[in-house]
């Protein structure tokens, strides 16, 4: 299968401690995209890459969260000094350069925040 | 104030029912794209719509964009059980960011038998 993967599935972790997620995209798609998704609402944009390149950044990415594509392939999304309310789905997606490039989304991580 | 305004919020329908759901907002969409969710899944493409006016069919399902490109509906013939889910809307702005997928907050849809 070579949709998007993420990992992990699930994680629950302390309030103040730090988590690091990963996602490795559609092989041939330059574009990631990081989305965060609370319970009984859609999906909300924090981030995306066209390769490398982090574009652009949501007001919801607070100095806590921390995204990086190294070498334009895989991305991972750091969030230091976790909160009760970054509890939520992180989800992401990849997709082809273009205005009506088709995102396909990953099956995204759990984060609990105890 | 939610940019994409998604109705019904939640529809509980038998078996063969026929059901449509919207997607409405002041904006223009330059696309829109229709996604179904599971729990504890990440939510999976069904089509996306560019032109005005399109119609587009995926064996039950029809999906219509408005003509001004602010609006979009879901139509279901003859629902079945595993039709269940939330279904999404998500549209890129017209001249906004190409990288901003805007959501609905989504049709929470159950079909029983």
């Known amino acids: 299968d070579t949709g998007v993967s993420q990992d992990p599935r699930h994680k629950i972790t302390k309030r103040g401690q730090n988590v690091t997620f990963r996602c490795d995209p559609i092989s041939e798609h330059n574009r990631l995209y990081w989305y965060r998704q609370t319970l009984g609402q859609g999906p909300e944009f924090l981030t995306y890459f066209q390769n490398e390149a982090q574009l652009e950044k949501s007001r919801l990415l607070s100095d806590r969260f921390s995204a990086e594509r190294p070498k334009g392939s895989f991305s991972t999304l750091e969030i230091q000094r976790t909160e009760q309310g970054d509890s939520a789905m992180y989800l992401c997606a990849s997709s082809l350069q273009g205005l009506e490039a088709e995102q396909y989304f990953g099956p995204g991580t759990r984060l609990t925040v105890t | 104030t939610q940019l994409l305004e998604q109705s019904p919020q939640f529809l509980s329908i038998q078996e063969g029912e026929n059901l449509t759901v919207y997607c409405n907002s002041s904006s223009v969409f330059s696309s829109l794209q229709w996604y179904r969710q599971e729990p504890g899944e990440g939510p999976v493409l069904l089509v996306t719509?560019?032109?005005?006016?399109e119609v587009k069919k995926l064996k039950r399902l029809t999906f219509q964009f408005g003509d001004a490109r602010k609006d979009s509906s879901l139509h279901i013939t003859a629902a079945q059980p595993g039709d269940t889910g939330l279904y999404l809307c998500?549209?890129?702005?017209?001249?906004?960011?190409?990288?901003?997928?805007?959501f609905g907050k989504g049709t929470k849809l159950s079909v029983k038998p």
């Open positions: 719509v560019v032109t005005g006016g």
């Open positions: 998500a549209g890129a702005r017209y001249g906004g960011s190409q990288g901003n997928l805007i």
